[in-house]
C-alpha cells in the first residue's frame, strides 16, 4: 500500500516542492523517515502517530516508511507532520484518493490532533501554485496567509479531525479562494516604530487577476514639518528617497539625524505588489509575519542596536535565518551611532551593499537571503560629538582620527551621499513656521518615481540606485561640457570608478527630481557636493 502527498520546505526564501511517499507493508512494526530529515522531522514520527491515536486513528502493527523526496535536499521543521499523517492515511485506505491530488498539505500537529501554524506557508503556496497546485490545507492560524496567493483554494483546518472530514467529504470548509478579499491595515513596523501613515491598502485577489489599491496617504505621526531648519539636509534625505541612495549624516548632538532618519519613511514610494510579496515572503520565513496578521504593506525600517553581532546583522545560525539585512529588504536599515558599531561587524555589510543579497553557505547547502536595502547612518564628527567647534571639543586630533576611521573606506565609497547637519540655531527653532511637510516631498519623490519607472520598462532595474556599472553610461549619459567637468572633478577627488558611477547616478536623481531629460552641470555639481569623504580625512 503506497500514497504519494505533495508538501514543500522553504530554503532561503526559496521554496522546493517535497513530495512525501508513504509506503505501509506487511513485516517487523516500525516506523521511519528516511530523505535527509533534520531532528524535527524525525521526531514527526511520535507525534504523528500519537495525534493519529487521539483522533480515533489506530495504525497496524505494520512497517511503516516515509521517504521524503528529492532524497538529496536536508528537510527541516515541522511542517511535514500533516503530510506524513495524511500519507499514512491514504496509504491504508482510509482516505479516497481523489481529494489528494493537485492538493498542498502543510502543518504541524500536536499530541492531541491540534494544528499548529508554522513558518514560511508564503513562499511554499506561492511556489506551488506556479507548479500546478490548484488547492492547499494548511493550519488555520495560516490561512490568511495562503489565501494571499491568486488561484490557489486554501483551506484552514483546526485539526486533524477537521481535515480527515474534509478529504472524506463529510467535514464544512473554512476556505479563502481566490475571489477572497484580505484587508489589511497600515500599523507598525517590525521595530515597532510608527510607520509612514499612508493610509489603509486593500489586497484583492482573484482569478481575472491580482489588483493592489490604496487610499490616500495620511498624515504620519512623524512628518518632515517637524524638522526645524536643516534645509540642506532634508533635500539630500529626499535625493535619496527618490533615487534609494545610501544616506550617511554627520553632525553633533541635537542637530537633528535621527530626527531625520525616522521621518524617511514617510516620504518613500510605497510598496508595489510584487515587492510587498517578497518582503512578507522574508517575514513569513522569520516566523514574524504570523504575529501581524497581515501582508507587509509599507517599507521595513529597522533600527538595530551598536552591540548587533556580524549573525544577526546578516543572518545565520545552524538552520539559517534572515537577518537584519534581510528583514530591511525592500527598505531602511537605519545605523545610529555607526562608529560604535564593531568595525569587523560594518564590514560584513560590503557585500550586501553591493550585491542586494546575502549568500550563506552551510554544509547542508547554500542559502541566499534578498538585502536590498537604503542604508542610512548617523553619526558624531568626533568622540564628544562637537568637532569642530574647539569651544566645546576637547578631543585630540589623534582621538578625532581614531574615531573616523572606524568606518572603513570602503563602506564609505558604497554610500552615494554623505552630508553634514550643521547646528540648529535659535532662529531656526523660534518664530519660524514649518517647512514642507512629508506629503508635499513625497509628491516630489513620486514623480521622480515615475519618470524612473518608465525609463527602466522591460528591465529589473527599480531605481536609479540599482544601475550596475555597464548600465550608468547608458542611462546617465553626459553632454560634452558636463563631461568635461567630471573629467576635472575625477582626478581632483581621486575618485574611484565606483565612487565615479554613484555621482552619475545621484546626479541622475536630481536631475528626475527636477523634471531634466539630461543631466546637467547642477545636477553633478549638487551629486559632487553630497561625497563629503573629506570629513574623514
Not at 516500525?30 to 502517530?49: M, W
Not at 504620519?220 to 534645509?231: L, N, P, V
Request: charged share 25%; proline share 6%.
Amino acid at each position: 500500500m503506497f500514497s504519494t502527498i505533495t508538501s514543500g520546505a522553504v530554503y532561503g526564501i526559496k521554496s522546493c516542492p517535497i513530495q512525501v511517499e508513504v509506503d505501509v507493508s506487511q513485516g517487523l512494526p516500525c516506523f521511519q523517515i528516511v530523505g535527509l530529515p533534520g531532528s524535527e522531522v524525525r521526531e514527526a514520527r511520535e507525534r504523528v502517530k500519537v495525534a493519529l491515536k487521539n483522533v480515533g486513528v489506530g495504525l497496524p502493527p505494520a512497517c511503516i516508511n516515509v521517504n521524503l523526496s528529492p532524497a538529496d535536499i536536508p528537510k527541516s521543521g515541522t511542517m511535514f507532520d500533516l503530510p506524513v499523517a495524511v500519507g499514512i492515511m491514504a496509504a491504508l485506505s482510509k482516505l479516497p484518493p481523489e481529494p489528494l491530488k493537485n492538493t498542498l498539505f502543510i502543518g504541524e500537529l500536536g499530541l492531541s490532533g491540534e494544528l499548529k501554524p508554522v513558518k514560511g506557508v508564503l513562499p511554499i503556496v506561492r511556489e506551488a501554485a506556479r507548479g500546478g497546485v490548484k488547492r492547499c490545507i494548511v493550519p488555520r492560524g495560516n490561512l490568511w496567509e495562503s489565501a494571499l496567493v491568486e488561484d490557489v483554494e486554501s483551506i484552514g483546518v483546526s485539526d486533524m479531525r477537521e481535515a480527515i472530514e474534509i478529504l472524506k467529504g463529510t467535514g464544512e470548509r473554512r476556505k479563502e479562494s481566490g475571489a477572497g478579499i484580505c484587508k489589511v491595515s497600515v500599523g507598525e513596523t517590525a521595530c515597532g516604530e510608527a510607520s509612514s501613515g499612508q493610509g489603509n491598502e486593500e489586497y484583492r485577489h482573484g482569478r481575472e487577476g491580482m489588483e493592489w489599491s490604496g487610499g490616500e496617504p495620511g498624515r504620519s505621526r512623524e512628518d518632515f514639518a517637524d524638522i526645524s531648519g536643516q534645509d540642506g539636509l532634508k533635500r539630500a534625505a529626499e535625493v535619496c528617497a527618490a533615487g534609494f541612495h545610501h544616506l550617511l549624516v554627520v553632525g553633533a548632538p541635537g542637530s537633528g539625524k535621527t530626527m531625520l532618519a525616522r521621518r524617511i519613511p514617510s516620504v518613500l514610494p510605497p510598496l508595489t505588489l510584487e515587492e510587498s510579496m517578497e518582503v512578507s515572503s522574508v517575514y513569513s520565513v522569520s516566523g514574524l509575519l504570523q504575529s501581524t496578521g497581515r501582508l507587509k504593506t509599507e517599507r521595513p525600517f529597522l533600527n538595530p542596536h551598536h552591540t548587533i553581532t556580524g549573525q544577526a546583522l546578516v543572518g545565520g545560525g545552524r538552520i539559517p535565518k534572515p537577518g537584519i539585512v534581510s528583514l530591511a529588504h525592500r527598505g531602511i536599515l537605519f545605523l545610529d551611532e555607526l562608529p560604535e558599531f564593531k568595525r569587523e561587524t560594518l564590514d560584513i555589510l560590503r557585500q550586501p551593499l553591493e550585491d542586494r543579497e546575502v549568500q550563506i553557505a552551510r554544509s547542508s547547502g547554500a542559502y541566499v537571503y534578498p538585502a536590498d536595502f537604503m542604508l542610512v547612518g548617523a553619526m558624531n564628527p568626533c568622540p564628544c560629538g562637537y568637532y569642530p567647534d574647539m569651544s566645546r571639543c576637547r578631543c585630540t586630533p589623534g582621538e578625532v582620527r581614531r574615531y573616523l576611521r572606524r568606518v572603513s573606506g570602503p563602506i564609505l565609497d558604497r554610500i552615494d551621499v554623505c552630508v553634514e547637519a550643521r547646528p540648529v540655531g535659535f532662529g531656526d527653532i523660534a518664530g519660524r513656521p514649518g517647512g514642507e511637510s512629508s506629503s508635499q516631498v513625497r509628491a516630489r519623490v513620486m514623480a521622480a518615481r515615475k519618470i524612473q519607472t518608465e525609463r527602466y520598462a522591460g528591465t529589473d532595474i527599480r531605481f536609479n540606485a540599482d544601475l550596475k556599472a555597464a548600465q550608468v553610461e547608458r542611462f546617465c549619459s553626459l553632454g560634452a561640457e558636463e563631461r568635461r567637468f567630471m573629467e576635472r572633478m575625477f582626478t581632483s577627488m581621486k575618485l574611484t570608478a565606483r565612487g565615479y558611477h554613484r555621482i552619475l547616478k545621484v546626479a541622475r536623481t536630481a536631475a528626475d527630481l527636477a523634471g531634466a531629460e539630461k543631466i546637467g552641470e547642477e545636477h553633478l555639481a549638487e551629486a559632487i557636493c553630497y561625497r563629503r569623504t573629506e570629513v574623514f580625512g
